[in-house]
């Protein structure tokens, strides 16, 4: 293990690549639906393609992101996601149209998986293992911070300067990025010795379980508002914020639960948590206990990545470690679509009905979340951490 004072400078200064990269693609996330809308008069259905290009892109490259991380070293692997991420920014000033635009997304979408999935495998590496779960947490709540202050920062640009603001802006991040990135280590890599397996089996159930997680965070965000204005209820929107407060909020707070009590026991707290929150949102006949569920479904669903992500360190073999975190993260791109589709068939029977079924799901990821910590502690002859 390398002394704390360096890996903590490694660390530190992957975070802040991380968040950076990720702010410059949160920047153009208000100004894409103008710019389809507006200056390519496309319709609304292209402004969702835009954005699904790029999740979708994303999803299939994370598995093959951790491979080229563990074969070539994840420091090449993030200054390659920044240099698409600065191609990307010069895209969006090119005039292109709607398909060049759309390819444009999904080489954003390759971006984002190299530098989240390489950056992953780099934190596995330098977390000493008493706190390998608190660091993963730490880690992906760089890049959420990042989508979070980037809208927010691509909305003031527009509203003071122009689109092309917006471009500079997504453009330099990343170049200041790289910058970061090329003082710190290679990183560890293995070579030709990388297995060449997309989905490893340890993978499979730890997925499934934060696939159910992200599910009731796509129901708040397609339904959420819709929800409480069909009861005649004001503030809707607010349950986002208030969702992502208690995302933020518990992660920070609670990042070691799952190096101190264990993943069986913090995967059934969010789980339950979770659910509880959603089913709130369903029944509440006020804004109050709205916000409470958004605020509880925020901090259940925050704790499983960690804990899921810990349990499959603990059980892939070191050559499909790379493979595997980018297999699970890509279930949350999955959980997230599923939310949206069958999210939306089941309001066809009423707002309700789309977070009870969102809280079965969450409690339903419990039986693959659970079977998966199980089974790691007995692959390991018995609990190797708390249980």
Request: glycine residues 16%; positive net charge; hydrophobic residues 55%.
């Amino acid at each position: 293990m390398l002394p704390t004072q360096t890996w903590a400078r490694t660390f530190a200064g992957v975070l802040t690549a991380l968040f950076g990269t990720f702010t410059a693609f949160g920047v153009v996330i208000p100004v894409i639906p103008r710019l389809v809308t507006e200056r390519l008069h496309g319709p609304p259905l292209a402004v969702g393609a835009a954005f699904t290009a790029s999740a979708a892109t994303a999803l299939l490259a994370r598995p093959y992101a951790g491979r080229l991380a563990q074969r070539w070293g994840s420091r090449p692997v993030m200054i390659i996601g920044c240099g698409l991420a600065l191609v990307v920014a010069g895209g969006y000033a090119l005039p292109l149209g709607q398909g060049g635009l759309f390819f444009v997304r999904m080489i954003m979408g390759v971006g984002e998986a190299l530098m989240f999935t390489a950056g992953s495998v780099w934190t596995v590496a330098l977390a000493p293992d008493e706190r390998r779960g608190q660091l993963i947490g730490l880690y992906g709540l760089a890049m959420w911070s990042g989508l979070t202050v980037g809208p927010v920062l691509g909305e003031l640009l527009y509203r003071t300067g122009s689109y092309a603001s917006v471009w500079i802006c997504a453009a330099v991040l990343p170049v200041i990025s790289a910058a970061v990135l090329s003082l710190l280590p290679r990183g560890p890599r293995l070579g030709a010795g990388v297995s060449r397996r997309l989905l490893p089996r340890a993978a499979l159930l730890p997925g499934l379980s934060l696939c159910s997680g992200a599910y009731g965070y796509a129901t708040i965000v397609g339904f959420g508002a819709l929800a409480l204005a069909d009861r005649g209820i004001g503030g809707g929107a607010a349950l986002l914020s208030i969702f992502s407060g208690g995302y933020v909020v518990t992660r920070l707070a609670g990042g070691r639960l799952p190096d101190l009590v264990g993943p069986l026991r913090v995967i059934v707290l969010a789980g339950v948590v979770e659910a509880v929150g959603l089913a709130l949102i369903a029944l509440a006949p006020a804004w109050w206990p709205a916000a409470l569920g958004a605020l509880l479904a925020g901090g259940g669903c925050t704790l499983l990545y960690p804990a899921l992500a810990l349990i499959t360190i603990d059980t892939v073999p070191p050559a499909e470690r790379g493979a595997a975190l980018g297999a699970i993260a890509s279930f949350f791109d999955v959980g997230m679509a599923l939310g949206g589709f069958t999210g939306g068939l089941a309001a066809g029977l009423g707002y309700p009905a789309a977070f009870w079924l969102a809280a079965a799901v969450a409690l339903g990821g419990l039986a693959a979340g659970t079977r998966a910590a199980r089974g790691a502690a007995l692959g390991a002859g018995g609990p190797t951490r708390p249980a």
